[in-house]
């Protein structure tokens, strides 16, 4: 059956200058882009969560959408459906990547026993679908916050019965991701926090966090899964305050248990500005690091405390998010992931089309100015300027270590104040927006 009759397959790319809302303006999936293809530096993906789950309820409302493969027959014939229309949609959008947590693609059961097989069984089929349409896992991961058994906590559960639970569903998780051939496994901790501290002890469920990841590090090892293993930052929601706070919240706790070499960072930009930052510094504290590995694209608003997960629109914010990959040489395994929804007011499927067309679009663009403005040097010559004074004298003495401060103090004493040169920042953002044409 075709769910999205009215949709051509695929969508096309027309250029700048189309009014058609069922094209792509910018994305133009095999235009080269310096060595590689727009679809290569991009690798776009579609969130199963949000676009084939999403109903559109909230705390105040009834599900306002109704999609023809949600509704019918037991939970396992709505999963079979849901999977088919997922295939289709990625076909029809021209994505070859999507993302799921088990319990997305298949429904709990009665049993934890039921729940496995019914993740096995469908997982099973989305392995055919793949294989006959191309299109590939970027990541698989487990939902460790909706059961109300993970209310206090997963991994950092008091309940030592429950982190056992969340341990063996995060085993069948990797291994459903390693047999469909997923390039990643993403590890979000939403309960993994506290409501209050007055019954929680932090050093005793970090410890147990880091226990989880070795668990998992070694499993990986194991069963030879290659795929990269990441972890997802968010400060807060439903935790009052989660562990995985933002980027280098999650850095330190991996250097303190020694997980730096196993994990990288999947970054969402609503979570990057929940957390009291831009999306571009939680990018540039992972790439600097040599942490970062994916991309949850979406956006927050800014006049809303909560995760909105809109679709990114915004080509300033993609464009800065673009220079910062290219600059580590892309995201290699990682991709784009569209981590968003729809508004509960837009209620076709053809306004999933749309909100895809959007986002990718927006970092197609983001791309191509990026791209242009790393091509023509001029930021990189501004940086390496700043920095110069490193490059001999006291600066390479100071970063060679040749130097302490009574060395320091000795030259300084009778030596003239610095002068000052200034940071230019508002040449530099003028720049930027003399390329976003
Ligand atoms: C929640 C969120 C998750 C993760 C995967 O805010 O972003 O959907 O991406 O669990
Ligand atoms: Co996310």
Redesign the pocket.
């Known amino acids: 059956m075709a769910y999205f009759p009215d949709v051509p397959s695929p969508i096309p790319f027309e250029g700048r200058d189309s009014k058609n809302p069922l094209a792509f303006k910018w994305y133009d999936k095999g235009r080269k882009v310096g060595t590689k293809t727009m679809a290569d530096h991009l690798r776009c993906s579609v ?1 199963y969560w949000h676009t084939m789950k999403g109903s559109g309820a909230d705390m105040f409302g009834a599900p306002s959408m109704q999609r023809a493969w949600s509704n019918g027959g037991s939970p396992m014939d709505i999963a079979r459906k849901t999977l088919d229309a997922t295939f289709e949609f990625l076909q029809k959008l021209g994505v070859t990547y999507y993302c799921f947590h088990d319990r997305d693609i298949a429904p709990a059961g009665a049993t934890f026993a039921e729940s496995c097989r019914n993740l096995e069984a469908i997982a099973g089929e989305a392995k055919l679908l793949q294989k006959e349409t191309g299109i590939r896992l970027l990541w698989g991961t487990a939902n460790l916050f909706g059961d109300p058994i993970y209310g206090q906590g997963a991994a950092t559960s008091p309940n030592a019965a429950v982190m056992a639970r969340a341990a063996a569903q995060v085993k069948l998780a990797i291994d459903v991701t390693q047999m469909l051939g997923g390039e990643n496994y993403v590890f ?1 901790g939403g309960r993994e926090g506290y409501e209050t501290l007055l019954n929680t002890d932090i050093r005793h469920e970090q410890d147990q966090m880091a226990r989880f990841f070795r668990m998992a590090v070694d499993y990986k090892k194991q069963i030879g899964f290659t795929g990269q293993f990441l972890i ?1 930052p ?1 400060p807060a929601e439903p935790s009052k305050h989660q562990y995985d706070f933002d980027a280098a919240t999650t850095l330190g706790f991996l250097r303190a248990y020694g997980l730096t070499d196993h994990f990288k960072l ?1 970054i ?1 930009a609503n ?1 990057a500005t929940l957390a009291g930052h831009t999306f571009e510094h939680e990018l540039a504290v992972a790439s600097a690091a040599g942490a970062l590995g994916s991309v ?1 694209a ?1 956006r927050g608003d800014l006049l809303l405390g909560w995760d909105t997960d809109q679709f990114p629109t915004d080509v300033y914010s993609a464009t800065f998010a673009m220079m910062i990959i290219l600059q580590q040489g892309g995201l290699g395994t990682g991709g784009l ?1 569209f ?1 968003a929804k729809v508004r509960r007011s837009s209620t076709d499927t053809l306004d999933l089309f749309h909100a895809h067309i959007g986002g990718m679009d927006t970092f197609a663009r983001g791309l191509l100015i990026a791209h242009e403005i790393i091509s023509d040097g001029v930021l990189a010559q501004h940086l390496a300027n700043r920095y110069a004074s490193f490059a001999s004298g006291i600066g390479k003495d100071i970063m060679d270590g040749t130097v302490g401060l009574a060395d320091i103090y000795q030259r300084e004493r009778e030596s003239q104040d610095p002068v000052l040169t200034s940071g230019r920042q508002e040449m530099l953002e003028n720049l930027i927006n003399s390329y976003i044409r």
Do not use: V
């Open positions: 969130a979000w997802e968010k999947n969402e979570h949850d979406n992931n981590d």
